[in-house]
T-cell receptor
């Protein structure tokens, strides 16, 4: 069965600190997708990234970076020089991939609430 | 503004009733996704449609159904509502092709309260 664990329930950092949000997953599939989403206090969901299981290259987008390590089944998310606007709940998710390219059995983690203190 | 619209924003109804949630994707996006977020279950993927056809199914109950119309808008129908169906329902769209896809854009959500 698929499982996504975000062990950090809440994290508080002071502005400009770097912070890493952990995501550990379990799956028997060899092909799968991993995602990160952001949910700010206003409640909307924001898609951040999708990574497929064949691409272990780390990704950087501005202050955001993602470290995908298949060997440890982890897909961690780092925010560099955090800002107050980064305060949100962050969700990691895992899905298998159907032959048509669709998604099934999408499993979300329980989320990590990040508070950035000015 | 993501370009994805959802109506209504809030919905209050009673147990046993049926409701329809509507989603209009971004212009040109062929894929529509539905998600449910509740305190008990957390975030759950319900279903995905691509160009009018169901592509993937998640934890969608039999009491729930969805469809995507020729104009690409989608509706999520929830029937025989129970208290536990109270949740925030998100719709998302993406310009998804068969081989790969672009990022998902989320609507503001419909908050359903079942009394």
């Amino acid at each position: 069965a698929q499982k996504v664990t975000q062990a950090q329930t809440e994290i508080s950092v002071v502005e400009k600190e770097d912070v890493t949000l952990d995501c550990v997953y379990e799956t028997r599939d060899t092909t799968y997708y991993l995602f990160w989403y952001k949910q700010p206090p206003s409640g909307e969901l924001v898609f951040l990234i999708r990574r497929n299981s064949f691409d272990e290259q780390n990704e950087i987008s501005g202050r955001y970076s993602w470290n995908f390590q298949k060997s440890t089944s982890s897909f961690n998310f780092t925010i560099t020089a955090s800002q107050v606007v980064d305060s949100a709940v962050y969700f990691c998710a895992l899905s298998e991939v159907t032959l048509s390219g669709g998604y099934q059995k999408v499993t979300f983690g329980t989320g990590t609430k990040l508070q950035v203190i000015p | 503004d993501s370009g994805v619209t959802q109506t209504p924003k809030h919905l209050i109804t009673a147990t046993g009733q049926r409701v329809t949630l509507r989603c209009s994707p971004r212009s040109g996006d062929l894929s529509v996704y539905w998600y449910q977020q509740s305190l008990d279950q957390g975030l759950q993927f319900l279903i995905q449609y691509y160009n009018g056809e169901e592509r993937a199914k998640g934890n969608i109950l039999e009491r729930f159904s969805a469809q995507q119309f020729p104009d690409l808008h989608s509706e999520l129908n929830l029937s025989s509502l129970e208290l536990g169906d109270s949740a925030l329902y998100f719709c998302a769209s993406s310009a998804e092709g068969l081989a790969d896809y672009n990022e998902q854009f989320f609507g503001p959500g419909t908050r359903l309260t079942v009394l």
